[in-house]
């Protein structure tokens, strides 16, 4: 086992045993009142996950590919907090030579940004350049979210942003980073809701015996089973293809496949539980609610599909030479900015 991945096994296990302390079903229904998670924002940052990415695996950090099952371990939580969204920019900010300001910084796209929990600044990428953009002084709109998470539209069209520089080549837009991120947060959110799902079947009885003895039951969890596998499975190749600068298309298919996995997964598990599964008193719309959300964050996979078509039709070599290479060539720069 190589030293970073005795890194991610250490991280992972003290992260999970933080989240599965201090986030339960009081904690977000208290959020969705309009609380702030102070105790667990506080935890966090004493944890020190912020800057993993910012350091890089020659000096002990994260390879991105180890950053993807963070962002995994996030999803299974719900973890209230933008914590993938403040790595992924402090590893930007860090490339870019750019200095971190201290706080939550959430990942903007295009003239507005829509984020959950106030971060303290936005990152943007914009002609070629990284912007770093506080939020205090933003115009700012709230919006409804499907979690009923707190969330605001930013106006970005005439901010002037604290910091820039050029986007490091390396690395894709922030579009296409956040809809990364997203994909691993969709493919732990399907694992807790398999996880979820299998202890309800397990337990439920119908006619004598449990609901999960049932064929029909069984061939309903294998398929959530694998739902999960498969979003895994693409988010992960994703992030190891930008390790190894060969990230091409595989941001969109991640993105594209997480968003069917949040669709099948979530009808999948509330069929297994049935009217229980839409009561307050139940964790699992906590999961499947953020399932939606999250398919619609930094473009729905209907958007991303309709990207990944057009790179298609437009690939030099036809349509077998894009399938068998394309999807894993380096952007090109007209995608990464």
């Known amino acids: 086992m190589s030293g970073n991945d005795d890194l991610l096994t250490m991280l992972s296990d003290q992260a999970g045993r933080l989240f599965g302390d201090l986030i339960d079903r009081e904690l977000l229904v208290s959020i969705e009142a309009g609380e702030r998670p102070a105790a667990l924002a506080e935890a966090v940052e004493a944890f020190g996950l912020a800057d993993a990415l910012a350091i890089t695996p020659e000096d002990g950090g994260l390879r991105f590919a180890d950053a993807g099952a963070l962002f995994a371990l996030f999803g299974y939580h719900a973890v209230p907090l933008p914590i993938g969204e403040t790595m992924l920019a ?100 399907v694992g807790r809701v398999l996880t979820l799902s299998v202890e309800y079947a397990n ?60 669709r099948i997964a979530a009808a999948i598990a509330h069929q297994v539980h049935g009217a229980i599964g839409v009561t307050d008193e139940h964790m699992l719309h906590y999961f499947t609610r953020r399932l939606w959300e999250w398919r619609l964050d930094f473009g729905s996979d209907g958007h991303w599909a309709e990207r990944l078509g057009r790179a298609a039709r437009e690939a030099e070599g036809g349509l077998w030479q894009f399938l068998t290479t394309g999807c894993g060539a380096p952007q090109s720069a007209k995608e990464t900015t």
């Open 203 to 262: 337990v439920r009885q119908q006619f004598g015996r449990p609901i999960g003895r049932f064929q029909a039951v069984q061939q309903l969890l294998a398929k959530l089973a694998a739902e999960a596998a498969a979003a895994r499975s693409a988010a992960d190749v994703a992030w190891a293809a930008l390790d190894a600068g060969q990230l091409g298309h595989a941001g969109a298919i991640a993105k594209i496949r997480a968003g069917e996995a949040a």
């Open 90 to 189: 402090r590893c930007v900010l860090a490339r870019a030579g750019i200095e971190a300001p201290a706080g939550a910084i959430g990942l903007a796209n295009g003239d507005s940004a829509s984020v959950g929990f106030a971060p303290e600044h936005l990152l943007l990428s914009r002609d070629g350049k990284v912007h770093l953009i506080p939020t205090d002084g933003l115009a700012a709109e709230a919006q409804a979210s499907i979690s009923r998470q707190p969330r605001a539209l930013f106006d970005l069209t005439t901010v002037a942003p604290l910091a820039e520089a050029a986007w490091p080549n390396a690395l894709p837009d922030t579009a296409t980073l956040g809809a990364m991120l997203r994909a691993s947060q969709i493919a732990g959110a």
